[in-house]
């Protein structure tokens, strides 16, 4: 008979002193995730509390960082939905839907692997230890609210609602209506927000993820096929409107200061 | 004839070990796992390693390979270049027991702590009748080949052995998603019981388990984000509750289902007549079942090496005999009369 040991007791790991042994770029994606996430967090810092540069008079282009505009400062065509909110500075003209936004991402299923590899080395990447002694994952305060992503997911479809309002507005110049390069990016940024708001994975999982019995509730199985479609490209989305969001703005605000004028299609 | 290649494999048992360098021959179209059988076959005949069916199905040949987790018989040598070295070493979140070879009965105690299958109430076996669009969603997760890869990468307990109490890990939890998503299976806290006692809430997503899947189950995406969002569904969403209260979804589901399936109680009972003519008696007493041989646990042996008798206790208790005595049978011969 064997004398090796199985039995109760002989409970050690294998003794290997690396504490990886991978050979390959795993710290690649943390760093691109970091200089991303990083660089974009930055830029839109750095435009929310500009307070300026967020509104083209003549084609009624709004930038998403700006909407809905509820401060006092609010140029009165680009506040829609009324100002509430003094003009302090500290104050965002989007402080209605700002903080939902960044709960919706920062709850997110794909940032919070993002983050939680990139920015908080828990883990790194697979097989590579994690940068902490001990560990609780989402069980306890603060980070079981990572639970409270379905309200952030209803929050950003009334918040990509607007957006879609701002685009729709967009279409027009001092003579009525009109069309430009502006609209384009706009408009594509619309359609992009939708993708990634509808993808989520509470979205998935509201229209027909829950469901035990899909063969009773045939149209709530289609939407959850082509949900689940677009959720396999959640994280693309992600990415796609992160680069969306900062190329609407910061042609709006590069037009809105006169550094180049928009590219007219019509009127 | 093929080239020499610089292998490190991790030797050793719990008392300690090292990687040790080899230089073995390779040969085009080989995996790892034939490369440690020629080490085996021409330096170390006494290299441990578990293996199976070579064939990606069997899930024994689970190794780490350059800090991987992967199973040895589908990493195939041409993936490394011809200098390269490559590093083969055993599962580390498991107690190893030599070479490469790893106690993996944590993942057999977290198996017997998941519930089972619950069979629907009143419909009979062999009545069970399931649409493919109901059943598909479980029918990814049975592919599981249950290398342990994702339960080795996890995180969760690959860094911290103080959760592996608490925490079931990504293998329990595409078992428990397949049971809740079951369309069958009468079981309705499992998402609950995900929660407080397979320890779902450590899991942060990170999706390492859904990376090193040689099966490619969408664990991460699939099981886990479903079954939090189900458990937030009982516990954190007041739209969903209000839903639930005012149109009454709770009562419908379970109507839904109840309604149109026989009883085979109230039609066992009707041909009593027939049963007497034929000597059949459906309501013979039935001999007490025999207590399964657990240990001071309260448990069965996780496996033969720790029981105290050959073979597995038989299904149908150890004391049963085959054939059974005709006489306790309820079986009417068609041409007998």
């Known amino acids: ?267 | 004839m093929g080239a020499k290649r610089r292998f490190k494999v991790w030797r050793g048992d719990e008392t300690g070990g090292d990687l040790k360098d080899y230089e073995v021959e390779v040969n085009e179209g080989e995996v790892v796992l034939d490369v440690i059988h020629r080490l085996q076959a021409t330096q170390t005949p006494d290299l441990a390693c578990r293996w199976n069916c070579k064939a990606g199905k069997c899930g024994s040949c689970s190794m780490e390979i350059n800090g991987t987790p992967r199973l040895g018989c589908m990493t195939r040598m041409s993936t490394f270049t011809e200098d390269e070295t490559v590093t083969v070493t055993p599962l580390r979140t498991f107690p190893v027991i030599r070479d490469l070879v790893t106690d993996v009965s944590f993942n057999y105690e977290k198996a017997r702590q998941t519930p089972a299958f619950a069979p629907p109430v009143g419909v009979p076996p062999g009545q069970y009748r399931m649409q493919q669009v109901d059943v598909e969603r479980s029918q990814e997760f049975r592919k599981c080949i249950e290398c342990f890869l994702c339960q080795n990468t996890c995180h969760v307990v690959r860094d911290h052995e103080e959760n592996k109490r608490a925490f079931a890990g990504p293998r329990y939890f595409i078992r428990a998603a397949e049971l809740d998503m079951h369309p069958l299976d009468a079981k309705e806290d499992r998402k609950e019981y995900a929660q407080a006692s397979m320890g779902m809430g450590y899991c942060n997503i990170t999706k390492c388990c859904t990376e090193v899947c040689p099966e490619h189950i969408k664990i991460t995406d699939n099981a886990i984000i479903p079954m939090k969002e189900r458990v937030v569904d009982r516990r954190y969403d007041p739209l969903v509750w209000l839903g639930r209260k005012i149109f009454r979804r709770d009562q419908l589901d379970g109507a839904g289902q109840a309604a149109g399936t026989p009883s085979l109680v109230g039609a066992r009972t009707e041909g009593s007549e027939v049963e007497q003519h034929h000597g059949l008696n459906w309501h013979r007493e039935i001999p007490p079942p025999q207590a399964a041989p657990v240990d001071e646990t309260g448990r069965l042996p996780i496996s033969e090496i720790t029981a105290d008798r050959a073979g597995g206790p038989s299904p149908f208790g150890d004391d049963q005999t085959f054939p059974l005595p005709p006489e306790g049978l309820n079986y009417a011969h068609p041409e007998r009369d």
């Open chain 1, 1 to 267: 008979m064997t004398t090796t040991a199985t039995r109760p007791g002989a409970r050690a790991r294998a003794a290997i002193a690396a504490k990886t042994l991978r050979t390959d770029r795993w710290w690649l994606a943390p760093l691109i995730t970091v200089i991303g996430l990083g660089g974009w967090v930055a830029y839109a810092t750095v435009r929310v509390f500009m307070h300026k540069w967020y509104w083209v008079e003549d084609f009624h282009y709004l930038t998403p960082f700006y909407s809905p505009c509820i401060t006092d400062r609010c140029v009165p065509e680009a506040a829609h939905f009324g100002t509430y909110l003094p003009g302090w500075w500290i104050i965002p003209e989007a402080a209605f839907s700002l903080p939902f936004l960044l709960l919706f991402r920062l709850t997110c299923y794909y940032y919070r692997k993002a983050y939680y590899r990139a920015f908080w080395m828990s883990p790194p990447a697979c097989a590579v230890p994690d940068g902490h002694k001990t560990y609780g994952g989402e069980t306890r305060f603060p980070l079981i609210f990572q639970n409270a992503h379905r309200y952030a997911f209803y929050a950003a479809g009334i918040i990509s609602l607007i957006n879609t309002y701002d685009a729709i507005l967009a279409f027009h110049s001092p003579d009525g209506f009109g069309f430009g390069l502006g609209n384009v990016i706009l408009v594509g940024n619309v359609v992009m927000l939708w993708a990634y708001t509808i993808s989520c994975h509470s979205c998935r999982h509201i229209i027909g993820g829950r469901l035990k019995h899909f063969s009773k509730h045939p149209m709530r199985y289609r939407a959850w096929t082509f949900v689940s479609k677009l959720n396999a490209r959640h994280m693309q989305l992600a990415w796609i409107t992160l680069g969306t969001l900062a190329l609407t703005d910061f042609y709006v605000m590069a037009v809105s200061a006169g550094w180049f004028s928009d590219l007219r299609f019509i009127n």
